[in-house]
């Protein structure tokens, strides 16, 4: 028979963490919600502003490429903090 893990370890089921039914997704407080809010719409118009420089002239193509960027930084942005992800930066969540 194998050895028994220790609680904790990945893989565990969340009833035996203690934890019960964990929620599939966990909003954020008010605030952070608001800023993911403002920070998906931002992403928004800058990957709407690099697509439409692109269509406009492929001189704009660097111009283009720097606002796509932007979009990507500024989605994940906004999925930390609708998520609350952005109180567990730190690495010292238990």
Do not use: Y
Not at 79 to 86: F, L, V
């Amino acid at each position: 028979m194998a050895a028994e893990e220790p609680a904790g370890l990945p893989g565990e089921p969340a009833e035996a963490l203690g934890r019960g039914d964990l929620p599939l997704l966990t909003l954020a407080p008010a605030p952070l919600l608001w800023r993911g809010a403002a920070l998906a719409g931002l992403a928004a118009a800058l990957g709407a502003a690099g697509v439409r420089a692109v269509r406009a002239s492929l001189l704009l193509l660097p111009a283009g490429l720097v606002l796509g960027a932007g979009a990507v930084l500024a989605a994940w942005a906004a999925a930390i903090h609708i998520t609350g992800g952005e109180r567990f930066d730190d690495g010292g969540c238990d």
